[in-house]
């Protein structure tokens, strides 16, 4: 449907990119039900437009009734902050409505400094809000709409008794809306407490599907998936790849390999600090950086245009994981290649992305990485009498009781 079926201001509408003028489904469900002053409960897939859905019909009616209406936008995770602001920021453009980011790794001050200019829409991490609220630079009782963005990754990562307590110092009397990629037996009950009879939308075509991703799996050793991931991006000539991995040390390992092969490689994880993750994000969209190895952190939240190729190094415990890692190509109806290096030890993490996803999703081999590793039988190799030889080892705590016993003469 064209936005400019949607009731939505012309302010609105001509800031929108020219590729724009065409709702996605979950914008064409969930505007004309916020503009109602309805509760939504959207399950949105990432990389469906969701931020528009939510954000466009926030503005409008801020535009509508400029003097008592104020929304807040809780995301979980900074670099979702900024995406979410950033969009808020464009499709203000014309108006004269001030988003405002609020999390952790900016200056505290300044954040209370722009909030004391106002700010009809707050966009924030849940540590950060709380502590801005306990010091009185944000005024809980001003809010009338709350958006709760990735509300399951927020259940995952454990912030929802931030997000209660957040919910505790809002007006009663206020529009919810829970955006969430996914809907767990335990989101589920949180969402009965916090929504009024709320309007269910589910888009039936996710982002996210085999006719927009091309899925490569290939079976290597897991001593030759360097050097098989070194040989598919310089064989296929790739200018920009996002790599997933699970561990932080790890990326930093695998950084420095890529580096030494030639290939301009930059970790981005959670050990970086905010100014140093912007940095290297900001070059890699501008693809001054070829590839990005990234741990679950950008799993979700992060758009990176036209981003041609994403890898997982290794394949998640999770799959609903395995499906937002390959979300970040194929944004937006754009086609994608998402590549996957599997071993025989995660066998038991691709049954459950196949099935989870409902897709074969078969193994290849790729030429001059032959598959020497064998597969695990699940039997214990060690002996019994190594195991008692190891629970003795363990107990020992002076080197003298690892010396052997002296020979008599």
């Known amino acids: 449907m064209p936005f400019t079926k949607l009731s939505l201001s012309q302010e609105l509408i001509t800031a929108l990119p020219k590729t724009f003028r065409v709702a996605t489904e979950i914008q064409t469900l969930a505007i004309p039900a916020i503009l109602n002053q309805k509760d939504i409960l959207a399950i949105a897939q990432t990389g469906s437009g969701k931020t528009l859905a939510y954000g ?61 200019k106002g700010g009809e829409i707050i966009v924030a991490t849940p540590g950060r809000l709380l502590e801005l609220f306990a010091e009185n630079a944000i005024k809980a009782n001003n809010i009338s709409t709350l958006v709760l963005d990735e509300a399951d990754r927020m259940l995952e990562m454990g912030f929802w008794a931030d997000v209660q307590r957040i919910i505790q110092m ?76 699970g561990a932080k040390d790890n990326a930093d390992a695998l950084c420095k390999k890529l580096n030494k092969a030639g290939l301009c490689t930059a970790a981005l994880h959670g050990n970086k ?35 041609p190729v994403v890898i997982n190094f290794e394949l ?18 754009q086609n994608g290649i998402a590549v996957s290096l599997v071993c025989h030890g995660e066998a038991d993490y691709l049954a459950a992305i196949r099935k989870a996803t409902q897709r074969d999703l078969p193994l290849s081999e790729l030429d001059n990485f032959p598959v020497t ?7 214990n190799k060690r002996s019994p009498r190594d195991k008692q030889a190891n629970r003795r080892t363990n107990k020992k705590r002076s080197i003298k009781q690892f010396q052997g016993k002296a020979k008599r003469s």
């Not at 955006?179 to 989101?187: D, G």
């Not at 900001?282 to 799993?299: G, M, P």
């Not at 415990?317 to 194929?330: D, F, M, P, Q």
Request: charged share 30%; hydrophobic share 40%; aromatic share 4%.
């Open 273 to 307: 600090d905010q100014a140093e993750r912007e940095a290297t994000l900001e070059q890699f969209k501008q693809r001054k950086i070829t590839v990005l190895i990234a741990t679950d952190l950008l799993a979700r939240g992060i758009h990176v245009e036209h981003l």
């Open 373 to 379: 590793d064998k597969p695990s039988t699940g039997e």
């Open 170 to 245: 809002l007006p009663e009397k206020r529009q919810t809306l829970m955006f969430s990629a996914t809907f767990p037996e335990l989101l589920e009950n949180k969402a009965k407490d916090l929504l009024k009879s709320p309007v269910y939308i589910e888009a039936e075509k996710a982002v996210e599907d085999e006719q927009t991703i091309e899925e490569r799996l290939y079976l290597v050793n897991k001593g030759s998936k360097t050097k098989a991931l070194i040989d598919q991006i310089s064989r296929n000539d790739w200018r920009q790849v996002l790599v997933f991995i």
């Open 316 to 333: 998640p415990a999770s799959a609903e994981t395995y499906v937002h890692r390959i979300g970040r190509t194929a944004r937006a109806g």
């Open 56 to 116: 466009l019909p926030l503005l409008e009616q801020i535009l509508r009734k400029p003097s008592n209406r104020q929304a807040l936008i809780l995301v979980p995770t900074r670099e979702l902050a900024f995406q979410v602001n950033d969009a808020l920021c464009k499709a203000a453009q014309h108006t004269e409505i001030h988003p405002i980011c609020i999390c952790g790794g900016v200056d505290k001050e300044l954040q209370k400094t722009e909030l004391a």
